[in-house]
């Protein structure tokens, strides 16, 4: 049976039925994953869920371990990462509300290290290409779902990863559209980046949630609006992962 992890933000809903499983019980190279770690079992799926910055969201992007969430997922014994996300566009026609399943993105970040060793005394690299970051089979997973269910969905993007915990100025903003970006965020490139070092095939299905700074409207976002666009967005995204597990097993099966 394979077991798959999902990497969620605060807006992702844990199943009922899943067990929490402390983070510090995972022993990494890297430190302590983040303590939010549940597993169980879906529809014949073994399941691990890491809320990356806890379901509080105590934890600001810049000081999320990605590499120890990564690691402890692979000794957990996962071979497959679905990351959710929310993201801002830098695209007009790219609306808030919309999903973006990304086929590459761009790390702007600085602070970070992003290299994964086997231990802590051979620090020998582990190389990974880099080219097609996504899994092209799981990018197509979460496509189909979205079809199936009809959600409409951008199946491919570039994201710009930048350094949080920081909204960009206009002119920041306008220069990551002229690098050739789709949507920004603070977290993807390095989770993306922590499992191809690890062999791990990663996707992602990313909500957007307002336009950056670039945009005239970009402040114009109420609270209510959002809340209610956050909770309808990872209700369709909860679909979107159910169905792509699903063919995920059906596949699996079929090999075995």
Same mark, same amino acid.
Request: hydrophobic share 35%; glycine share 8%; aromatic share 6%.
């Given at each position: 049976?394979?077991?798959?992890?999902?990497?969620? +933000?605060?807006?992702?809903?844990?199943?009922?039925?899943?067990?929490?499983?402390?983070?510090?019980?995972?022993? *990494?190279?890297? +430190?302590?994953?983040?303590?939010?770690?549940?597993? +169980?079992?879906?529809?014949?799926?073994?399941?691990?869920?890491?809320?990356?910055? =806890?379901?509080?969201?105590?934890?600001?992007?810049?000081?999320?371990?990605?590499?120890?969430?990564?690691?402890?997922?692979?000794?957990?014994?996962?071979?497959?990462?679905?990351? *959710?996300?929310?993201?801002? @566009?830098?695209?007009?026609?790219?609306?808030?509300?919309?999903?973006?399943?990304?086929?590459?993105?761009?790390?702007?970040?600085?602070?970070?290290?992003?290299?994964?060793?086997? &231990?802590?005394?051979?620090?020998?690299?582990?190389?990974?290409?880099?080219?097609?970051?996504?899994?092209?089979?799981?990018?197509?997973?979460?496509?189909?779902?979205?079809?199936?269910?009809?959600?409409?969905? #951008?199946?491919?993007?570039?994201?710009?990863?930048?350094?949080?915990?920081?909204?960009? *100025?206009?002119?920041?903003?306008?220069?990551?559209?002229?690098?050739? =970006? $789709?949507?920004?965020?603070?977290?993807?490139?390095?989770?993306? !980046?922590?499992?191809?070092? #690890?062999?791990?095939?990663?996707?992602?299905?990313?909500?957007?949630?307002?336009?950056?700074?670039?945009?005239?409207?970009? $402040?114009?976002?109420?609270?209510?609006?959002?809340?209610?666009?956050?909770?309808?967005?990872?209700?369709?995204?909860? +679909? !979107? !992962? &159910?169905? *792509?597990?699903?063919?995920?097993?059906?596949?699996?099966?079929?090999? @075995?």
């Amino acid at each position: 049976m394979i077991r798959i992890a999902i990497i969620a +933000g605060p807006g992702y809903k844990i199943p009922d039925h899943l067990k929490r499983l402390s983070g510090s019980s995972v022993k *990494t190279p890297y +430190g302590e994953p983040v303590y939010e770690i549940y597993t +169980g079992q879906i529809d014949r799926c073994e399941l691990v869920y890491l809320s990356r910055s =806890g379901n509080d969201k105590a934890m600001q992007n810049t000081g999320i371990n990605c590499m120890a969430n990564l690691y402890a997922l692979k000794d957990l014994g996962c071979k497959v990462i679905l990351s *959710t996300s929310e993201c801002a @566009s830098l695209q007009e026609e790219i609306c808030p509300g919309d999903f973006v399943i990304p086929d590459q993105f761009i790390d702007l970040t600085n602070s970070r290290i992003q290299n994964i060793h086997d &231990d802590n005394t051979t620090l020998r690299m582990n190389r990974a290409n880099m080219a097609d970051p996504f899994s092209e089979e799981l990018r197509d997973h979460l496509t189909e779902a979205a079809i199936v269910q009809g959600i409409t969905v #951008l199946n491919k993007g570039t994201v710009i990863t930048i350094e949080g915990y920081r909204h960009p *100025t206009r002119a920041e903003s306008n220069f990551y559209r002229k690098l050739g =970006g $789709d949507v920004i965020d603070m977290t993807t490139s390095h989770e993306v !980046i922590s499992a191809k070092l #690890l062999g791990l095939p990663v996707a992602q299905v990313s909500l957007c949630t307002e336009y950056d700074s670039w945009h005239d409207n970009a $402040d114009e976002n109420p609270v209510l609006h959002y809340a209610e666009m956050i909770r309808s967005g990872y209700e369709k995204i909860a +679909g !979107i !992962i &159910d169905y *792509t597990m699903k063919r995920i097993r059906e596949e699996e099966g079929a090999v @075995s």
